[in-house]
């Protein structure tokens, strides 16, 4: 069965970094996409950065360029997102999913996406 689990979130002072994890089983991540995604409390979800794991190009959203760093390791099958210089207003419940399409470019429009993992809270104190 196809599945996408999050890790890596926490508490964090303001200025501070973490590193999130999306491990996938059931399916081989190289030969797909992968997105981040945010929602915070009473927002709508919001995307920060897709990487295509077939040529290893990437894309970041326009508000997310400098902070946030998207990387793969196929050989562990997992997608990270680096974040550096937290902020309190970058607290919300962080995803990952899937686009196991064929489209190129892969963005961010989280209805091209297949498969979504459960989320991982990040929370970013003052």
């Known amino acids: 069965q196809e599945k996408l689990v999050e890790s890596g979130g926490g508490l964090v002072q303001a200025g501070g970094s973490l590193r999130l994890s999306c491990v996938a089983s059931?399916?081989?991540?190289?030969?797909?996409?992968v997105g981040w995604f945010r929602q915070a409390p009473g927002k709508e979800r919001e995307g920060i950065s897709c990487?295509?794991?077939?040529?290893?190009?990437?894309y970041y959203a326009e508000s997310m360029k400098g902070r946030f760093t998207i990387s793969s390791d196929i050989a562990k099958n997992t997608v990270y997102l680096e974040m550096n210089s937290l902020k309190p207003e970058d607290t919300a419940v962080y995803y990952c999913?899937?686009?196991?399409?064929?489209?190129?470019?892969?963005?961010?429009?989280?209805?091209?996406?297949?498969?979504w993992g459960q989320g991982t809270q990040v929370t970013v104190s003052s």
């Open positions: 990487i295509s794991n077939k040529d290893g190009t990437s």
């Open positions: 059931g399916f081989i991540l190289g030969h797909f996409a």
């Open positions: 999913a899937a686009d196991l399409s064929t489209r190129s470019p892969y963005g961010l429009d989280e209805w091209d996406y297949d498969y």
